[in-house]
């Protein structure tokens, strides 16, 4: 236990040591994320990255919410959904300025835990917001149900297939939870409910465009007959659709099916290229967590799990009002 203690300690120190010092993040306007003092009216909120619209759009909803509240925001992430390291630092960061709360999504469900214990020690309370850390501390998350969503995926490919088939995945991570559950739901859906449907293989390429775009085009070398692709965030997506671009294939041909919104992936539905894809609601997420905050602050105890939703979304409803109003460019 003396030892536990140690390299806990040990390594909140050495995060201490380089907060600071990560490059390609960003912070929201109008707050000063290098000020100290324990702002009980501040909250910061640490995301998985910054570089998809996703977050952006989660910044935008935090932000109304706490204009609208009357708190100041910090909103920050890493350059990349990779850059575990980099995220602690801001979340000791975090802790180092004393905010009113702080939100958190956790990249590392595990790496977490020790600054989950150091932000309860400093009598700062912690929100979640999209994916969890493995630890008692958080009072709370925010987030969509990812094994719903994915099972709703399952559903939708299904029936453009045809139900029957190969198909394959491209997951942005496997330690991630919430790739994790969009991956078991819509694997474990297609077991359960669509036998002649089969999964050739799953492949993971950090939601990186790039790395998205080969994986996607060694699939479907390696498999001439594949019916249909799933992506299960907006780089994972695009990089099924780069790879068909590049590829020279009908749009049609193959069938994607996608995760998260963003104009990418609208242009890709608008044009065929995309079967559909789901959306979640991030403005939905960001003001949910903002609320909670501000409970926590105050007091209050935020409801444990809030569920924000998740949609299906194609040409079909692109221009209906509820789908429009979670849709993100």
């Known amino acids: 236990m003396n030892l536990q203690r140690t390299i806990v300690a040990g390594l909140t120190v050495l995060l201490a040591s380089v907060a600071g010092c990560t490059s390609g993040t960003t912070v929201t306007e109008g707050a000063d994320p290098g000020a100290g003092g324990g702002d009980k009216k501040s909250i910061a909120l640490i995301s998985k990255g910054f570089q998809h619209q996703f977050w952006q759009a989660v910044k935008q ?10 708190y100041q925001l910090t909103f920050e992430g890493p350059a990349s959904e990779t850059e575990v390291d980099a995220q602690l630092q801001m979340f000791q960061a975090a802790i180092d300025r004393k905010p009113g709360a702080i939100g958190f999504a956790a990249l590392d469900p595990k790496a977490c835990i020790p600054l989950m214990d150091a932000a309860k020690q400093a009598g700062i309370p912690v929100v979640e917001f999209d994916a969890g850390c493995d630890s008692d501390v958080p009072l709370n ?3 969509t149900d990812s094994e719903a969503a994915g099972a709703l995926a399952a559903d939708h490919m299904a029936g453009l297939i045809g ?9 942005h991570s496997q330690v991630n939870s919430t790739a994790v559950e969009r991956r078991d739901g819509f694997i474990n859906r297609m077991k359960e409910k669509y036998p002649k449907i089969e999964i050739v293989d799953t492949q993971y390429g950090d939601g990186d ?60 539905i608008k044009s065929g290229v995309m079967a559909g894809a789901i959306t979640q609601d ?15 602050i105050e007091g209050q105890t935020p409801e444990k799990v809030i569920d924000t939703g998740s949609y299906w979304y194609d040409k079909t409803n692109l221009d209906d009002p509820k789908i429009a109003s979670v849709l993100y460019q």
């Open 61 to 70: 909803g935090a932000q109304e919410k706490a204009d609208e509240l009357g």
């Open 141 to 143: 998350i925010s987030k």
């Open 163 to 171: 139900e029957a088939g190969k198909i394959a995945v491209v997951a």
């Open 209 to 268: 465009h790039l790395k998205s775009s080969d994986i996607a085009k060694s699939m479907i070398a390696a498999h001439p007959d594949l019916k249909g692709l799933y992506g299960t965030n907006e780089g994972s997506a695009i990089g099924i659709v780069n790879a068909v671009g590049e590829l020279n294939l009908q749009p049609g041909k193959l069938t994607i099916v996608g995760f998260d919104s963003g104009k990418a992936q609208i242009d890709a």
């Open 282 to 296: 991030p403005i939905g997420i960001g003001r949910s967590t903002v609320e909670s905050a501000v409970k926590a």
